[in-house]
C-alpha cells in the first residue's frame, strides 16, 4: 500500500507540474492543432487549378473542341492565350504558367486525314511532382478525346486496339488527402510524447528537484511508471481526438475496428514514451533535450512511409526502417482507416512496436537505476 501511495504522488506531482507549465500546456494544444489542419489541407498530392497557356494556331473546332475538355478539368485553369511561339518562353519562366498546350497549324486537316496531329505540351520542371501528375492528367484527357473522336469517325477507321479500365481499391477517388489524415494520428502523438516525456527529467534537473528525487524512497520502476503515464495519457488523448477528427472534418472513412486503433496507437505510445525516457535520461537541460527529440523525430518523419514510399528507398535502409516505430503505426493507422483492419490483422505491425517498447522501457528503468547508485 505505502508503494501505490508513493506511485500515486509521484504521477500526481507529474500531473501538476506538466499542467501549471503555461509551455508545456501549449506543446499538449497547440502544435498539434496546428499540425493537424497543415497537413490534412497543405500536404496532398492531388493537383488543382494547374495554371496553363494555350497557342492554338490552328483555330478549328477540332482544336477549340480538345482545349475545351481541358478548360472543364478541375485540375487546370487558364490564365493566358497565346498567339505566337515566341510568348511561351516569358510565361514559362516568369512562372505565369506551368504548362503551355501548344496545337500546330495542321490539326484538324491531319486528324481528317487519318495521319498522327501532335500537339505539344511544354511543362515547367522546376516542380517535377507538379509536371508528372499533371502531364498524367493531360494523357487521360487525349485519350477520352480519342475515344470520342473515333466514334465519330467513318467505320473504317480502327478504333483503339486496347482500352485501360482504372479502378482503385480503398480509395476509389485516390484523394491523397485520406493518405495523409489517416497517418497524421501517430505522427502528431510521437511529437507530443516525445517532448512531454524528454522535458521530464530535464525539467527537473534544471529545478534542482531530480536530486531529491534520487534520494526519496522511489524504486526505478516507480519513477519510471510515475513518469511514463502523463506521456501515455495525452498522446492517446491527441491520437483519438485527431482520428475523431480525421473522420468528422475531413470525411477519412473509418472501416476498422476500435480495438484495433486503441491498441496500435498505445503499443506506438508507450515505445515513444521509452524513446523520450532514454533521451531525457541523457539530457542535462531543457535545451538538450528539446535538441535530442528533434534529432529524432526528423528522421523518424522520413524514414516512416508517411510522405515518401519506403518502397522507394534502397535496400539496406529499407531494413533499417523496420527499427522505426512510427512506420509501424503509419501502416497500421491507414489499415484501420482505408482497409477496415482488426486487431488480428494489424498484429504484424503491433508485436514490433511491443518488442522495441519493452528494449526502450527495460533500458530507460537501467539508467534511472544507475542513476541512483
Not at 32 to 56: E, S
Not at 198 to 222: H, I, K, M, Y
Request: hydrophobic residues 50%; proline residues 5%.
Amino acid at each position: 500500500m505505502n508503494s501505490l501511495h508513493r506511485l500515486a504522488a509521484l504521477i500526481v506531482k507529474e500531473f501538476t507540474l506538466i499542467l501549471k507549465d503555461p509551455k508545456s500546456r501549449f506543446v499538449i494544444i497547440g502544435p498539434p492543432l496546428i499540425q493537424f489542419f497543415v497537413f490534412g489541407y497543405a500536404a496532398v498530392y492531388d493537383v488543382k487549378h494547374v495554371r496553363y497557356a494555350v497557342l492554338d494556331q490552328d483555330r478549328s473546332a477540332l482544336s477549340r473542341e480538345l482545349l475545351a475538355s481541358l478548360s472543364s478539368a478541375e485540375s487546370f485553369e487558364r490564365v493566358a492565350q497565346l498567339t505566337s511561339t515566341t510568348q511561351i518562353d516569358r510565361i514559362i519562366d516568369h512562372q505565369k504558367a506551368r504548362l503551355v498546350i501548344h496545337v500546330g497549324p495542321h490539326f484538324s486537316r491531319n486528324l481528317m486525314n487519318g495521319e498522327p496531329a501532335l500537339v505539344q505540351v511544354i511543362v515547367d520542371g522546376r516542380n517535377s511532382n507538379v509536371a508528372l501528375i499533371a502531364l498524367g492528367y493531360i494523357g487521360d484527357i487525349v485519350g477520352g478525346f480519342n475515344q470520342a473522336l473515333a466514334g465519330r469517325m467513318a467505320s473504317g477507321r480502327s478504333a483503339p486496339g486496347l482500352v485501360s479500365v482504372e479502378r482503385a481499391w480503398f480509395n476509389a477517388n485516390l484523394e491523397s488527402q485520406w493518405f495523409i489524415v489517416s497517418g497524421l494520428g501517430g505522427l502528431i502523438s510521437m511529437v507530443v510524447v516525445m517532448i512531454i516525456t524528454s522535458l521530464s527529467v530535464a525539467r527537473e534537473r534544471e529545478s534542482g528537484t531530480f536530486d531529491q528525487l534520487l534520494v526519496a524512497p522511489f524504486t526505478p520502476a516507480e519513477i519510471l511508471i510515475g513518469k511514463s503515464l502523463p506521456g501515455v495519457l495525452f498522446g492517446m488523448l491527441d491520437a483519438l481526438l485527431f482520428a475523431a477528427g480525421a473522420v468528422l472534418w475531413f470525411g477519412v472513412p473509418f472501416r476498422g475496428t476500435i480495438a484495433a486503433l486503441v491498441a496500435s496507437l498505445a503499443c506506438f505510445i508507450i515505445t515513444i514514451v521509452g524513446v523520450g525516457l532514454l533521451v531525457s535520461s541523457l539530457s542535462r537541460t531543457m535545451q538538450q533535450a528539446l535538441l535530442g527529440s528533434f534529432v529524432y523525430i526528423m528522421p523518424s518523419v522520413v524514414l516512416s512511409g508517411f510522405t515518401t514510399p519506403v518502397a522507394n528507398m534502397p535496400g539496406w535502409l529499407q531494413a533499417g526502417t523496420l527499427l522505426n516505430p512510427l512506420r509501424h503505426i503509419v501502416v497500421a493507422l491507414r489499415r484501420i482507416f482505408l482497409q477496415g483492419a482488426d486487431l488480428p490483422t494489424v498484429w504484424p505491425q503491433i508485436w514490433p512496436l511491443l518488442l522495441m517498447a519493452c528494449v526502450t522501457l527495460t533500458t530507460a528503468a537501467w539508467l534511472f537505476r544507475h542513476r541512483t547508485q
